[in-house]
T-cell receptor, first 109, second 116 residues
Framework: GQNIDQPTEMTATEGAIVQINCTYQ??????LFWYQQHAGEAPTFLSY??LDGLEEKGRFSSFLSRSKGYSYLLLKELQMKDSASYLC??????????WGAGTKLIIKP | ETGVTQTPRHLVMGMTNKKSLKCEQH?????MYWYKQSAKKPLELMFV???????ENNSVPSRFSPECPNSSHLFLHLHTLQPEDSALYLC???????????????FGAGSRLTVL
């Protein structure tokens, strides 16, 4: 079967750095997405990785290793507004999106 | 404003009621989706419409009935629901159905459904 694993919940301190991991086992691979979802709001697109390596976008970076079936989302200089759920999703060989259950990130002052 | 608008934001209904959820986008997208989001579970894809044609129906019970009258509007008609259907129902759209490249979804804020 197809599976995406990510931690259920993480806690970090304002101003610090946090890494949210995502591992996947899917039927083929056509890219990995990260979305951010604040409580009661729509998920919003953060990043897309299809080649190995690190993609940096401001305070957020996303890394992909296809050989290891592994990605992480790195958030730097954490702010209180970064408290949200972070969803990992993989496009499989049929371009179907396989979703993880999300990681709830709690930022403490 | 995300570009995808869902109404109502909250809905409480009994098991014998009939109600509808509405989704609207004016992003020029040609694909629209219904997802079910339950606490601590992955998003569950329910239906996909690509250029107004239904292309996915992921074994969804017939008590959920989608309708896509045009590429900007999507409805989910609900009847004789069960308490386990209580969840957040998310609508999303994308440029096309996703057969190449990054199929980035734009989501609405969801309709929180409670079935009593």
């Amino acid at each position: 079967g197809q599976n995406i694993d990510q931690p259920t919940e993480m806690t970090a301190t304002e101003g610090a750095i946090v890494q949210i991991n995502c591992t996947y086992q899917t039927s083929g691979f056509n890219g990995l997405f990260w979305y951010q979802q604040h409580a009661g709001e729509a998920p919003t697109f953060l990043s897309y990785n299809v080649l190995d390596g690190l993609e940096e976008k401001g305070r957020f970076s996303s890394f992909l290793s296809r050989s290891k079936g592994y990605s992480y989302l790195l958030l730097k200089e954490l702010q209180m507004k970064d408290s949200a759920s972070y969803l990992c999703a993989v496009q499989d060989s049929n371009y179907q999106l396989i979703w993880g259950a999300g990681t709830k990130l709690i930022i403490k002052p | 404003e995300t570009g995808v608008t869902q109404t109502p934001r909250h809905l409480v209904m009994g098991m014998t009621n009939k109600k509808s959820l509405k989704c609207e986008q004016h992003l020029g997208h040609n694909a629209m989706y219904w997802y079910k989001q339950s606490a601590k579970k992955p998003l569950e894809l329910m239906f996909v419409y690509n250029f107004k044609e239904q292309t996915e129906n992921n074994s969804v019970p017939s008590r959920f009935s989608p309708e896509c009258p045009n590429s900007s509007h999507l409805f989910l008609h609900l009847h004789t629901l069960q308490p386990e259907d209580s969840a957040l129902y998310l609508c999303a759209s994308s440029l096309d159905g996703g057969s190449s490249g990054a199929n980035v979804l734009t989501f609405g804020a969801g309709s929180r459904l409670t079935v009593l």
